[in-house]
């Protein structure tokens, strides 16, 4: 959703356009909805796509967060005794 192409997150991820492609393919797959329109050479959120990446980001924020925590407790605990 963020690159707009498979082939751009291939490129970020460092992995074939064709396993971008598969990847998505299992999960709407999974999930039973259409997650993108792959119209063109453009790649658009479809209005479940755009709740499931929604959903996920925040997810991902959460996640983020938590290791910032982790990072800053251990921050907090090492040092001389």
């Not at 990847?23 to 119209?39: P, T, Y």
């Not at 755009?50 to 924020?61: G, I, K, S, T, W």
């Amino acid at each position: 959703v963020e690159e707009g192409s498979f082939a751009r997150t291939a490129e970020r991820e460092n992995i074939a356009v064709s396993a971008v492609s598969r990847r998505i393919s299992e999960l709407e797959g999974r999930l039973g909805v259409m997650l993108l329109d792959r119209r063109d050479r453009r790649v658009m959120p479809t209005a479940v796509g755009r709740v499931v990446f929604d959903h996920v980001q925040a997810v991902v924020d959460r996640l983020h967060l938590m290791l910032r925590d982790i990072d800053d407790q251990r921050e907090g605990t090492t040092g001389h005794v």
